[in-house]
């Protein structure tokens, strides 16, 4: 049997387990680990500047492409702590990423030694699993562990601590016999799927929710499929934006508080019936339940048997994978279809791109300093479908959602719960690095762009090519916008004078000298007219420096994005609504007066 240090046996086991690239920082208690990575090649390292930016880099990773698992490697004590807000957003949004931590000696735990700490405890609620490995024997069936609950059931992280006496220990394992544990996911049957279908076949206006367990079971071809046999409009969650292309004449748009559009909200609050799929019913998609489910019949397909009634009971539950279940949606409508049983939804989906054509926000302002709509106008033209949006949250992203088009699966990337500021910049890395040949844009707020500007010199160090807009308006803009129900502005100014950079008046950081000292390229604009050719020499940069490539736009102070405080039929749209043609000229549908 071959003999190896536990170190070695855990990158072997990566390997076999299709690991490719890992994210992370060395340090001593995790330098057995990195000599053995060396050692066996096989798995690209990206060094990170933080460590919870090397988590997000490993979510972004894991979200660009189906099957990808992203790991990120840290040493003891704060480096684990530092994971623990990549873990949270990780499991909230049912991502599988893979943190590696160092630890001190197993003979040192519990005597408070130098970073020291218990970081299995602290990581468990945020976990599938998160265990400290006391003996280097048992080295291999943690982590083998590790990925069959990663990959079963609904997907998530873990985390494996390795205490540095474990690392070295020398161990028998022979990776040419390891294999992979089969991965369990629940199915449903068929007679659950004609229950199913015999709810739908008797609504008059049903709809089909589709959440990010889409993406999860890589079914967004069989979800497209169902939904063109029945002729159901879908409604994609924020999470599972793409899963349906936006000028496909059967996406009705997303609904919500406020990532939502408002023909979205205006079909769904016509209909009677929702056949949700891989979605878990968050409240700012569905805003006050009495409001979201009156009048309607409700049935939930989740691979989570726990997450079928835990916002409410819907009519009818099916715990399953969402691509087993879809194939048997499939199966049956086409059975029906044959038998020319299905109901002709002609007219209702005919209904749906109607109000898609006539309740359109206005984008197209001139204003100077600009107001956000216009950056998202400009966007439409210059970045097409093959385009891969990446943000986290705030007024940046809302805005984003209520404008910008997603055409393909996985080409939004957006961690939908936990929404950490300073999310965007390391997702976007590890997003470009999972799948260099797609372009990347990233967008954020001023704020969030600042929370971990200092990943962009990983994009500088190792040549990972973005495009990332940056809209300024000195504020933390959606913090400021819920402060108006307690009537104060305070504590969300983040204007001041810049000594070195006085021509930027009260907007404060000066990003464009900052990116550019982190080794980027960067392009400032004030006027609305000089967003599309910023944005197309952008791309130019990006392609030949091989370096992330920051747009800022500087916008007027205040805006108020069009959302909802409790109830999905009264969302409050602070800005003018579009009139003509000319008001939304890249909306999906061109406006009908």
């Given at each position: 049997m071959p003999r190896m240090t536990a170190a070695r046996a855990a990158v072997e086991i990566l390997k076999r387990e299709g690991v490719t690239n890992a994210f992370g920082v060395p340090g001593a208690a995790i330098n057995p680990f990195y000599a053995a990575l060396r050692a066996a090649g096989g798995v690209h390292h990206t060094l990170a500047r933080h460590v919870e930016g090397a988590s997000h880099m490993a979510e972004g990773y894991t979200r660009a492409r189906p099957g990808n698992i992203g790991v990120c490697i840290g040493t003891s004590g704060p480096a684990g702590t530092d994971m623990i807000t990549g873990l949270y957003s990780a499991i909230a949004d049912s991502i599988p990423i893979l943190c590696i931590t160092g630890q001190a000696p197993v003979a040192r735990l519990h005597k408070e030694d130098f970073q020291a700490v218990d970081i299995a405890s602290i990581a468990r609620p945020v976990t599938k699993a998160a265990t400290t490995v006391l003996e280097a024997g048992q080295v291999p069936g943690v982590l083998q562990q590790a990925f069959h609950l990663m990959r079963s059931g609904r997907p998530g992280?873990?985390?494996?601590?390795?205490?540095?006496?474990v690392q070295l220990t020398e161990i028998d394992f022979d990776p040419e016999t390891y294999e992979p544990l089969p991965v369990y996911k629940p199915s449903a049957t068929r007679a659950q799927i004609d229950r199913a279908i015999a709810l739908l076949q008797g609504s008059e206006r049903p709809l089909i929710v589709a959440g990010g367990g889409i993406f999860n079971a890589d079914a967004a071809d069989l979800l497209v499929e169902f939904a063109e046999l029945t002729g159901v409009p879908v409604v994609p969650t924020l999470m599972g934006w793409g899963v349906i292309p936006d000028d496909h004449p059967l996406n009705a748009g997303m609904v919500g508080l406020q990532t939502s559009h408002r023909y979205g909200n205006a079909t769904f609050l016509e209909?009677?019936?929702?056949?949700?799929?891989g979605n878990r019913w968050a409240n700012r998609h569905t805003g006050s339940l009495d409001v979201y489910t009156a009048g309607r019949t409700f049935v939930h397909v989740d691979i989570e048997p726990t997450q079928i009634g835990r916002i409410f009971a819907?009519?009818?539950?099916?715990?399953?994978d969402a691509k087993a279940a879809l194939q048997l949606f499939v199966d049956a409508a086409r059975e029906l279809d044959a038998a020319g049983a299905l109901r002709d939804r002609t007219a209702w989906a005919g209904s749906a791109q109607e109000r898609k054509a006539t309740l359109l926000r206005r984008t197209h302002f001139d204003d100077v300093p600009m107001k956000p709509q216009r950056?998202?106008?400009?966007?439409?033209?210059?970045?097409?479908?093959e385009t891969r949006y990446v943000t986290t949250i705030g007024l940046s992203q809302i805005a984003g959602a209520q404008m910008l088009h997603v055409y393909k699966p996985r080409h939004w990337i957006n961690c939908g719960q936990a929404g950490p500021l300073g999310w965007t910049i390391p997702a976007a890395l590890g997003a470009a690095t999972a799948d260099p040949e797609t372009p990347v844009v990233a967008l954020s707020?001023?704020?969030?762009?600042?929370?971990?500007?200092?990943?962009?010199?990983?994009?500088?160090?190792?040549?990972?090519?973005?495009?990332?807009?940056?809209v300024n308006n000195a504020y933390l803009g959606l913090i400021r916008q819920a402060q108006r129900n307690f009537d104060i502005d305070f504590q969300v100014k983040l204007e001041f004078e810049?000594?070195?950079?006085?021509?930027?008046?009260?907007?404060?950081?000066?990003?464009v000298k900052v990116a550019?000292?982190?080794g980027c390229r960067a392009i400032r604009v004030t006027e609305p007219d000089q967003l599309l050719p910023a944005f197309e020499e952008a791309k130019k940069l990006a392609?030949?420096?091989?370096?992330?490539?920051?747009?800022?736009?500087?916008?007027?102070?205040?805006?108020?994005?069009?959302?909802?405080?409790?109830?999905?039929?009264?969302?409050?749209?602070?800005?003018?609504?579009?009139?003509?043609?000319?008001?939304?000229?890249?909306?999906?549908?061109?406006?009908?007066v």
């Open positions: 992280p873990v985390l494996v601590d390795l205490p540095i006496d209909s009677d019936f929702v056949l949700g799929i819907p009519d009818y539950g099916i715990a399953s950056v998202y106008e400009e966007m439409n033209k210059a970045f097409g479908p707020g001023d704020y969030d762009f600042q929370f971990m500007i200092e990943e962009l010199a990983v994009g500088a160090q190792h040549r990972i090519p973005y495009v990332h807009v940056l810049n000594q070195n950079s006085p021509e930027l008046g009260v907007y404060g950081v000066d990003h550019e000292g982190l392609a030949e420096h091989r370096v992330p490539v920051v747009v800022e736009a500087i916008l007027e102070r205040v805006t108020n994005i069009a959302m909802a405080g409790a109830d999905i039929d009264k969302v409050v749209e602070f800005e003018d609504l579009a009139t003509e043609p000319g008001h939304a000229p890249t909306s999906i549908r061109t406006l009908a």
